[in-house]
Nanobody, 123 residues
Framework: QVQLVESGGGLVQAGGSLRLSCAAS????????VAWFRQAPGKERDFVAV????????SYADSVKGRFTISRDNAKNTLYLQMNSLKPEDTAVYYC????????????????WGQGTQVTVSS
């Protein structure tokens, strides 16, 4: 029902900023709540942030709270992750994923996934 493509990853020094984008195509974007996940080498895929279909509700992992901001522009069918004060520990492949529900009513359901974009933070 929806396809997701991440972009915006790259190499940045600690303390710097980066903005990731996730372009969606397919069924009406606002019908989905969407999330960012990340996976560092040799580690599990971890939750980063989630936003409701309307953009009115957000939630963040403790590790990124206060530094990252998730947002969406439904007119452009795009999800964003603004990352500030980046740390080497933020180095990972970042994925966007969509849940077919407009608002979470339980654990996030990754019905659709993007291909991922690499973020590398140097110390």
């Amino acid at each position: 029902q929806v396809q997701l493509v991440e972009s915006g990853g790259g190499l940045v020094q600690a303390g710097g900023s980066l903005r990731l984008s996730c372009a969606a195509s397919g069924r009406t974007f606002s019908n989905y709540h969407v999330a960012w996940f990340r996976q560092a080498p040799g580690k599990e895929r971890d939750f980063v942030a989630v936003i409701s279909g309307s953009g009115g509700s957000t939630s963040y992992a403790d590790s990124v709270k206060g530094r990252f901001t998730i947002s969406r522009d439904n007119a452009k069918n795009t999800l964003y992750l603004q990352m500030n004060s980046l740390k080497p520990e933020d180095t990972a492949v970042y994925y966007c994923a969509a849940d077919s529900r407009a608002m979470w009513q339980g654990p996030f359901r990754g019905d659709y996934w993007g291909q991922g974009t690499q973020v590398t933070v140097s110390s």
